[in-house]
């Protein structure tokens, strides 16, 4: 779960657009629950991009280098 903030306040405290923050905090309630259901592969994506870190990291300390 991600937890958003949203600094778009008048120096009155005021929303800017209060519909706009109304419709935005609708939508990321809809986006949350895709992600919590790992909707979209996040979870597979971060488990690949892991493995494809540490498999570069490890490469890197044996001395090979990607980038030549």
Known sequence: M???????????????DK???????KQWATYQKVVD???????????ILHALRSISNSLRSRGHNARR
Do not use: M, T
């Open 2 to 16: 991600v937890n958003i903030l949203i600094h778009q306040f008048q120096p009155d405290g005021g929303v800017v």
């Open 19 to 25: 519909a706009a923050l109304e419709q935005f905090q």
């Open 37 to 47: 259901a790992d909707g979209l592969s996040h979870k597979a994506v971060g488990k």
